[in-house]
């Protein structure tokens, strides 16, 4: 199975850690909740590819947390696994939207089976690069530093992405410049140098120490590594 970060959302530590086990064999990265809160708080700092869900939650129930989740991102892949096993509660999920509804106890092996089933008809999460306390989503050309939104114009998101690609790779300014601007623009290094100061002003904080964005002497640029220098 292909990789995929999943939240599971659960108040009986019991069966949290069993699906957890279960999902991690089956090469997930896993993040928990035990209340609804908590799980809605993860999930608005995270993209996954799975939720499981438990409806017996405390504070926020689950069936309202679904409803949030629903709204915030309708193509949400989510599994219902609850002690609320009877026919109405089972149509009554399924009926809003979820994928896929386990009542409690369940099998192991059809939970496996079930996610393995489901994520095969949904898409695989998008690609996100990542870098200290940065996250870059190259399918919607969006970046966050610390879960906040950055505003960032689209000559300069070309540029960080070249170097998030390939961390530790110097890049000449001239390589710089063509991939932001294509090989027959008529800007110079000094206009990767522009750049390059305005990303780091934007991007500060990304990493504990120094700036995210290197310059090599007479050589370029690269994605330095926390604790270097600017």
């Not at 409803?67 to 892949?77: G, N, T």
Request: hydrophobic share 35%.
């Amino acid at each position: 199975m292909s990789y995929c970060r999943t939240l599971i959302v659960e108040d009986d530590p019991h069966i949290l850690d069993v699906v957890e086990f279960l999902l991690v064999e089956e090469d997930h990265l896993v993040d928990r909740a035990t209340d609804g809160a908590t799980g809605w708080a993860r999930f608005q700092r995270q993209r996954y590819g799975l939720v499981i869900l438990d409806l017996g939650l405390p504070g926020l129930h689950g069936w309202d947390l679904f409803r949030y989740i629903r709204d915030h991102s309708p193509e949400q892949a989510v599994i219902m696994l609850t002690a609320m096993g009877e026919e109405e509660h089972r149509v009554k999920g399924l009926g809003m939207g979820a994928d896929d509804y386990i009542p409690k106890p369940f099998s192991n092996d059809e939970l496996v089976m079930r996610v393995r089933n489901l994520l095969r008809r949904c898409p695989p999460p998008p690609e996100v690069l990542r870098y200290g306390g940065l996250r870059y989503y190259p399918d919607e050309k969006r970046v966050t530093l610390h879960d906040h939104n950055l505003e960032i114009p689209t000559h300069e998101l070309r540029l960080l992405e070249v170097l998030l690609r390939q961390p530790g790779r110097i890049f000449s300014r001239d390589i710089l410049l063509d991939e932001m601007y294509g090989v027959h623009t008529e800007c110079n290094d000094r206009t990767v140098d522009q750049a390059v100061t305005r990303l780091r002003r934007k991007l500060k904080g990304a990493v504990q120490t120094g700036s995210i964005i290197q310059s090599v002497y007479g050589m370029g640029y690269k994605l330095g590594t926390e604790g270097e220098g600017a």
